[in-house]
C-alpha cells in the first residue's frame, strides 16, 4: 500500500465539493490503491457545515480515506499538501461589475498563492476552480516566486466534456468514441470549442455534421452552457464541475489514456502565437505527472481569429488586476517553453535544472 497523499480543497463546504469529495475519498481521483488525506478548508461561519460533511464522509467507511483535517485559514490547510484544489471563491453580487469580481477574487487568490508558496509540498500540483478560473490561476501562480508556474493550472475540462456530451448527442456516437475535441482560451463565453481535429470513431467529426450547426449552435451551447444550468437549477453546475475535476486530476497525475488529447488552462509558453505568461486553455496530454501541450495542429483562419477572440479577454482581464501581479515573477511565467517541451519542473525561484543543462536537452514534444 502506498503512503497517503495530502490533498488540501478550499470551498470544501461548498456544492461542488458536495459531489467531489465522496469522489475522492473513494479512489475515483488518485487511483483505487492511494489512501488519502483530506485537507478541508472553509470560511470561518461555515465552519459548523464543514463538520457535518466531514462526519457524513466518515460514515460512508472509505477504506483509503486517511485522515481529514478541517481549518479557516488557508495557511494552515495548505501544510505540505501535495494537491490543492482552489474552488472557494466570492460570487458575483447584485450590482456586481465583473472588474470588482476580479478584484475580490484577486485578494482571495493573491493570498492562497502566497500560502501555497510557504506551505506547500514544494511539488504541489494545483487546480484552479474559482471563477474567472483561469486569472484566478494567474493570480495565485504569480504570488508563488518558489513554484514553477507548470504546477498552477485552471479548470476548462467541463467545458471539454460538455463539447463532448453534446456532440455524442448530436451523432448518436459514445462519448468514449469521440476524441480530439479542443477548448482554447478562458472558461467563459469567449471559449473556443474546436471540432476541426475531433473524430468519431476515428472519421473526422466535421466530414459528418453540417458546418452551419457547428458554428451556429455547438460553438454558442458550449460556450453558454454554465448559463443555461444556472437558468434551469437556479444554481451553477456542480455535480458535472466535480467530475471534470475528477477527470483533470486524475489526468494530470496517472496521464491520459494512450492517443488521447484533453484541455487544461495552463501557463501560455507562446505555443500556437499566444501570449506568453496568461493561463490559456491548450490542447494536452499527459504522462508520468506533466503536461504537455500538443503541437503542430494546423489552425485554419476561422479558429485563429476564435482563438484571438478568447486571447484578449484574456489580456483585457489581466490588465484588470495587473497591479496585484507582482513583478518578480514576470520573467518566470514568459520564460517556460523548455519546461513544458522537455516537462522538467524548472522552480520559479531558479533552482531547477539549468536551461544549459544535459538533461533538458531531449525534445519530448508530442
Ligand atoms: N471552472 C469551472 O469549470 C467551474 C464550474 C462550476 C463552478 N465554478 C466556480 O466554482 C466556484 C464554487 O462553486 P460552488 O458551486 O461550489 O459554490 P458554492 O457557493 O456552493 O461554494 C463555495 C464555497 O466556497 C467557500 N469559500 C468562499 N471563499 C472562500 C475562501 N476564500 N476560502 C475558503 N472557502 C471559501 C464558501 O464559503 C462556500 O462554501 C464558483 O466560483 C463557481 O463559479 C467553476
Redesign the pocket.
Known sequence: MRRPVRIAI??A?????NSLLFQLADGSMMGDDQPVILQL???PE?MEALRGLAMELEDCAFPLLHTITLHDN?EEGFNNAHYAIL?????RGPGMERRDLLEVNAE?FTRQGKALNDHANRDVKVLV???P?NTNALIASRNAPRLSPSQFTA?TR??HNRAKGILANHTGANPQDIDGIIVWGN?STTQFPDLHHARVLGEPVLNQIDDGWYKNEFIPRVQTR?GQIIQARG????AS?AQ?VIHHMRDWVLGTPSGQVVSMGIVSDGSYGITKGIFYSFPVRCNYGRYQIVRGLQLNDFSLQMMKTTETELLEEKAAVEHLLPAETAASHENLSICLRSGVTLYADGTGPESASKYLTTNRVM
Open positions: 478550499t470551498g463546504a461548498g456544492a461542488i465539493s478548508i472553509e470560511m461555515r488557508v474552488i472557494g471563491a466570492r460570487p482571495i476552480v474559482g471563477n478560473a479548470l467541463l467545458d472558461h454554465g444554481v451553477s453546475s456542480a464541475a471534470a
